[in-house]
T-cell receptor, first 113, second 115 residues
Framework: GDSVTQMEGPVTLSEEAFLTINCTYT??????LFWYVQYPGEGLQLLLK?????DKGSNKGFEATYRKETTSFHLEKGSVQVSDSAVYFC????????????FGSGTQLTVLP | GAGVSQSPSNKVTEKGKDVELRCDPI?????LYWYRQSLGQGLEFLIY????????KSGLPSDRFSAERTGGSVSTLTIQRTQQEDSAVYLC?????????????FGPGTRLLVL
């Protein structure tokens, strides 16, 4: 079945450091790919998405590129802020009867001032 | 406009009791999803509604779990004879139903604790 594997956490960085959170997927066909973020005490929010190969999703300084050849969708940000501290989830969705999101295990990011 | 709302926000119940969790999707969203977030299992899909019908119920973990949606809007997830392993945060999401690329918007969740 479909699956998403993401970098184990927790990740701790200093403010202004470069961030990469790795995400790879296994799926037949052509899934859409998402990054969701969960800030402390809040619900899941969409951070960015890409719906076809070579698409780049971007939002709030975060970027991820849909790489079909490596089945990856790594999340990057050039300079993290304390306010980026949250749990980040990579997910995929496929066309079909259910269209549910299949999530990775989540990566806890803590940014220190 | 208003986002997805869920009630109650927290629920504590005794093992063996039944619980009902409610979800109000974003107005106009025809697709509705239930997920469960627990420490041991991460985020798991439970069920998807397309309008009032549920094409896929395979994610429901046991026959103690059921869900319905009426009027193409509000949905209720019912857990009968709750067990301690049912303790989790139950999340509801909604989206337009134009395809798998559509963004799912999540509610704040119901935190269920079974004693």
């Amino acid at each position: 079945g479909d699956s998403v594997t993401q970098m184990e956490g927790p990740v701790t960085l200093s403010e202004e450091a470069f961030l990469t959170i790795n995400c790879t997927y296994t799926a037949t066909g052509y899934p859409s790919l998402f990054w969701y973020v969960q800030y402390p005490g809040e619900g899941l929010q969409l951070l960015l998405k890409a719906t076809k190969a070579d698409d780049k999703g971007s939002n709030k300084g975060f970027e991820a590129t849909y790489r079909k050849e490596t089945t990856s969708f790594h999340l990057e940000k050039g300079s993290v802020q304390v306010s980026d501290s949250a749990v980040y989830f990579c997910a995929l969705s496929k066309a079909g009867s259910a269209r549910q999101l299949t999530f990775g295990s989540g990566t806890q990011l803590t940014v220190l001032p | 406009g208003a986002g997805v709302s869920q009630s109650p926000s927290n629920k504590v119940t005794e093992k063996g009791k039944d619980v009902e969790l409610r979800c109000d999707p974003i107005s106009g969203h025809t697709a509705l999803y239930w997920y469960r977030q627990s420490l041991g299992q991460g985020l798991e899909f439970l069920i998807y509604f397309q309008g009032n019908s549920a094409p896929d119920k395979s994610g429901l973990p046991s026959d103690r779990f059921s869900a319905e949606r009426t009027g193409g809007s509000v949905s209720t997830l019912t857990i009968q004879r709750t067990q301690q392993e049912d303790s989790a945060v139950y999340l509801c999401a909604s989206s337009t139903d134009r395809g798998s690329q559509e963004t799912q918007y999540f509610g704040p969740g119901t935190r269920l604790l079974v004693l």
